[in-house]
């Protein structure tokens, strides 16, 4: 079946401007995360949606990051008024609630954006 | 909290020889293991996971990992490397009450003809 998918592929902005990322999840996976994939700091979480519950925002680095899940699904991360330290890829991934693949997360190919 | 350390950012073998790629966790609830691999300009896809089954787990491509609880370990191995396994190759670690992943730094593998 379809697997994680993001867009666009790549985003190309100036700063100070603002960015939506989307990312469409595995059909039936109600758990969705956004991570950050930089060069000088790895791989980190952002923030994980799980069903209706409160999002997990632990992970954003500032106020400029936010995101939303609409109808459970399709995901949303915007970054208002960009800086040129938030260039990174930015992958989102998803995964099922229950069952014996709960605890696997299947990652999308990114967004690559680059702030000048 | 959740740590992972991988030793080595760079590992370079033969093909055909034994790769092995390190990785130590700090977690103070059972953990959730995983390796991915990323290749070039492409997102991660999963190896393999330990998830307090089996400690030792098969994953694709001929990877297995053994989880050592006594040395806090899941180092990666595969006994015969191929070309094909170039890659950059992260350690996580997630558990039941954090979801989220946390990774290590990643380890580049190069395999030389």
């Known amino acids: 079946g379809a697997g994680v998918s993001q867009s666009p592929s790549n985003k190309v902005t100036e700063k100070g401007k603002d960015v939506e990322l989307r990312c469409d999840p595995i059909?039936?996976?109600?758990?969705l995360y956004w991570y950050r994939q930089s060069l000088g700091q790895g791989l980190e979480f952002l923030i994980y949606f799980q069903g209706n519950s409160a999002p997990d925002k632990s992970g954003l680095p500032s106020d400029r990051f936010s995101a939303e899940r609409t109808g459970g699904s399709v995901s949303t991360l915007t970054i208002q008024r960009t800086q040129q330290e938030d260039s990174a890829v930015y992958l989102c991934?998803?995964?099922?609630?229950?069952?014996?693949?709960?605890?696997?997360?299947?990652f999308g190919p990114g967004t690559r954006l680059t702030v000048l | 909290a959740q740590s992972v350390t991988q030793l080595g950012s760079h590992v370079s073998v033969s093909e055909g020889a034994l790769v092995l790629l390190r990785c130590n966790y700090s977690?103070?609830?059972?953990?959730?293991l995983f390796w991915y691999v990323q290749y070039p300009n492409q997102g991660l896809q999963l190896l393999l996971k330990y998830t307090s089954a089996a400690t030792l787990v098969k994953g694709i491509n001929g990877f297995e990992a053994e989880f050592k609880k006594s040395e806090t370990s899941f180092h990666l191995t595969k006994p015969s490397a191929h070309m094909s396994d170039a890659a950059e190759y992260f350690c996580?670690?997630?558990?039941?009450?954090?979801?989220?992943?946390?990774f290590g730094s990643g380890t580049r593998l190069q395999v030389q003809p």
């Open positions: 996580a670690v997630s558990d039941t009450g954090r979801r989220a992943l946390t």
């Open positions: 991934a998803s995964s099922r609630n229950r069952g014996g693949d709960a605890d696997t997360q299947y």
């Open positions: 059909s039936g996976h109600t758990a």
């Open positions: 977690s103070s609830v059972p953990p959730y």
